[in-house]
């Protein structure tokens, strides 16, 4: 039972455009959600995250937005650069309970020239 | 330099035989994390250690087995029972059990030959 789901494989935009990853969870408990990014034959990285108390949450060229009642995530890259193309997970936790993060399945970002 | 350390990275295994991947972190982190990487299924957990001579089973324990001697240490090992071994093993940490900000090592990619 996949709990944290990433249902776009892929993503393809242009640099200096706008990139949004999404993200939707199952789990009406999670309360804390994280973005990592990784690349290919290394660790994740982690990128950004928000907290259930938030709604948005931005560090420079990233932003993160949180729906709680439609139980959904994302992720906004602006402007795109050819250094973000990377697979991005989202993650959720149910924190303070002693869980362990969740992972989705991932979505790999392209930016193309 | 604090981080984790993942070896080998590249390791080929003949089938029928175990085969123990090393990850070494000098972080102080108290606990540490297993997590497997197939196509379109994202990270999961295979064992996790909260502290130093305790291990849990995560989602996809069967067929591996780990130790925990040492803060520093927590070794996996694939064995002959796990039947899909090929994928990509990442290992992690963070500072106790409750905090989320995870630090994966850059992961060991293992063939079934």
């Known amino acids: 039972d996949q709990q944290v789901k990433q249902n776009s494989p892929s993503l393809s935009v242009q640099e200096g455009r706008i990139s949004i990853l999404n993200c939707d969870y199952t789990?009406?408990?999670?309360?804390?959600f994280l973005w990592y990014k990784k690349y290919p034959a290394e660790g994740p990285t982690f990128l950004i995250s928000?907290?259930?108390?938030?709604d948005k949450n931005e560090d420079g060229r990233f932003t993160v937005f949180l729906n709680k009642s439609a139980k959904h995530l994302s992720l906004h890259i602006v402007p795109s650069q050819p250094g973000d193309s990377a697979v991005y997970f989202c993650a959720a936790i149910l924190t303070g309970g002693g869980n362990k993060l969740t992972f989705g399945t991932g979505t790999q970002l392209k930016v193309e020239l | 330099d604090g981080g984790i350390t993942q070896s080998p990275k590249y390791l080929f295994r003949k089938e029928g035989q175990n085969v123990t991947l090393s990850c070494e972190q000098n972080?102080?982190?108290?606990?540490m994390y297993w997590y497997r990487q197939d196509p379109g299924q994202g990270l999961r957990l295979i064992y996790y250690s909260q502290i130093v001579n305790d291990f849990q089973k995560g989602d996809i324990a069967e067929g591996y087995s780990v130790s925990r001697e040492k803060k520093e240490s927590f070794p996996l090992t694939v064995t002959s029972a796990q039947k899909n071994p090929t994928a990509f093993y990442l290992c992690a940490s963070s500072i106790n059990w409750d905090n989320y900000g995870y630090t994966f090592g850059s992961g060991t990619r293992l063939t079934v030959v």
């Open positions: 928000i907290s259930s108390i938030k």
């Open positions: 789990n009406s408990m999670f309360d804390y």
């Open positions: 972080l102080n982190h108290d606990a």
